[in-house]
């Protein structure tokens, strides 16, 4: 046998190579926070146009809450799926696996975001049908303070509660992060994912 070539049987043995977890470079609070500023300032020119759209009417508030949603689902689970993470996170150099280190699917995508995600959905329901229930009139004669407040006002009964939960759940999401040594969130232990270093094109 030619000694390059390799047996068969031994090539058929052969692993594609794979990561332990004590291998992973976990990603902490501080770098998290930065890719989330990236994120907000790629989403900038959006949120000026949307403030200015939410304003005008009762139906440029709902059009943005739309609009909030579709991209909330695209950075949180569309591009998580496909690239690993959102631009901040890729600027980064981080993306989010799987605790092998393996490529999340939409399976992990959709359970990370899934809670504040309900939530994010059914405040934006309440809050639109807030909006509806108010004039062309008298939503433009109200100031940006103002008309939160009164869009809570009109807002069903349980939204006092959900926005409650949401900011609950928010606060929670940092203790946890802060208090594991993958530095793993709530949604990282609901979704079985971490978030880790880009090294090289094996991750």
Partial sequence: MAPWRVPRRRFLRMKAPSFSGDSLIYVGFWPRLAASLLDFAVLAPYALLAMRLASISPLGFVTTQVIGTVLAVVFDIVLVKLFGGSPGKLIMKMRI?????????????????SVLGVISILASVALSTSALKMSDTD?????????????????????????????VWVGSEF?????????????DYLA??????RIGKQQ
């Fill in 192 to 197: 079985g994912t971490v978030v880790i270093r």
């Fill in 97 to 113: 696996a799987k605790l092998d280190g393996s490529r999340v699917g939409y399976r992990e995508a959709w359970l990370r975001y």
């Fill in 175 to 187: 203790v946890v992060l802060l208090t594991n040594r993958k530095r793993r969130a709530l949604h």
């Fill in 139 to 167: 939503f433009v004669a109200l100031t940006n303070k103002t008309r939160g407040t009164r869009l809570r006002e009109l807002a069903p009964p349980w939204y006092q509660p959900l926005e409650i939960a949401g900011q």
